[in-house]
Every structure is written in C-alpha cells, then in structure tokens.
C-alpha cells in the first residue's frame, strides 16, 4: 500500500482550564498533514484566553480549525432564542420550539455581543486577556458582584435586575463562580439568552437592551468593570 495514502494515528494534548490532560486519537490523511502546526499554535494561545472566533482571525484556510481546537479545549457558552413572552420561573432556559440555539459568531453577528473564555487558574493569561479587554473598552474601575439565596432581599434584587435596561457604557462581566443568564434584545421582543459559567467574560455593547438573572443555582459571582463608578445594576 502507498505510504501517501496511509491513515496516520496521532495523539494531540488538549490542555483544558482544568489543566488535565485528555490524548484525543484523531485520524488524519494526507490532505490534513498541513493542519498540524494549527493544533500546536492553538494550544500555545490558549494560555492567553480563549477568544471567541467573532474576533478577526487570519484569513487562511487553516483559520477554522484553530477556533474549533481552541474550542474543544475550553468550551462554548450556551445561547440560544427565547420564547418572546415566557412565562413562569425566568431561571428555567425557556427555549422557543423548536429550540435555535446560536454560535458566539452568530451573537456577534446579529448583536455586537462579545464573548471570550478567560482560565482562571492561570494568573498571567487572565491578565493578558483583562487589561486588552479594558484598553479596548475603555474601563479604568470594577466590583465584585455577588448574589445568592443568602442575601434578605434576593427575590427584589432578581426582580430589579430582571428589568430591560440600555446602559450609556458597555457592559462588561466576568464569572467568577457559578453561574447566571444575560438576555439582549437585537430587535423588539426578540430576547436572545446567554448562559455564562466560570471564566466567561462578556461584553455588551453600550445601547443594547438587556436584562440579568441567575440560574435555578440562584448563585452567581462576577467581576464588573466600568468607566465610572460602579452602581448596582446588573
């Protein structure tokens, strides 16, 4: 059998934020050999946080396959359409059906919304990642925001911050622990919601209509950033 036309098995370490280590087999051809610098470059950047490929990425074949590896070893947040008028527990997902779900690009596209992954656990990435996030949206101060069950006035501050609002700045968030939805409205009525965990960080663009609750977790830890001094509003 012609060597050129043997399946090569290879061993590619995916270093997730968790820093464990998965060996993935992944089986290439010939016509794949060329993407193998891909895979070690997007292990290099994602010790500078993962962005979302909403960023401008080189324009070159090969472009794809390093957002896809970035991805696999951080995770996508989850985002999806909601139903325009839900109803009961605005923790519950409350997909439209049948349910649409969108790629971060796809926010971007349709909303400016930003997104990027930021490891936590590695103290210099997430300060690469931080201060090019703040030059770029002109922040200068941040809070750290908690809510939980444990707070007395819980249900009325879920309620406040549940309120469509149009921020005069960008809104920008980063998860800390546990986890809360973002919902933006691109056009009257049409709620898109955003699932954030530990380590998203999200940047909604000043103007865009935009509400915020946690999951049915009812915990949610985040670092705020702002041009001004911070008020409370989610």
């Known amino acids: 059998m ?7 098995q290879l061993q590619i370490l995916i270093f997730p934020a968790s820093r464990r280590v998965s060996r993935r087999p992944i089986a290439i051809g010939r016509g794949l050999t060329s993407l193998l610098p891909v895979f070690r470059t997007a292990h290099a950047a994602s010790r500078f946080g993962s962005p979302s490929c909403a960023e401008k990425a080189p324009q070159n074949p090969s472009s794809r396959a390093f957002c896809l590896v970035s991805r696999l070893s951080f995770g996508v947040m989850q985002i999806w359409c909601m139903e325009p008028y839900p109803c009961g527990d605005r923790r519950l997902p409350h997909h439209v059906f049948p349910p649409k779900k969108l790629s971060p690009d796809q926010l971007a596209q349709k909303t400016g919304v930003q997104y990027f992954k930021v490891d936590l656990d590695d103290t210099v990435a997430m300060k690469k990642r931080l201060s090019r996030v703040k030059a770029e949206r ?8 908690t809510i939980s069950e444990s707070i007395a006035d819980f249900n009325d501050k879920l309620e406040e911050f549940y309120e469509p609002q149009q921020r005069a700045d960008d809104v920008v968030s980063l998860v800390i622990d546990g986890s809360c939805y973002y919902d933006v409205e691109p056009e009257e009525d049409e709620w898109i919601r955003v699932q954030l965990e530990r380590g998203d960080l999200l940047v909604i663009p000043k103007g865009l209509s935009h509400r915020f ?3 049915p977790k009812n915990f949610v830890q985040m670092q705020r950033f702002f041009s001004k001094k911070p008020d409370t509003q989610g």
């Open 2 to 8: 012609d060597n050129c036309n043997r399946r090569l």
């Open 138 to 145: 002109n922040v200068s101060s941040s809070d750290v925001f």
């Open 213 to 215: 609750t946690t999951t």
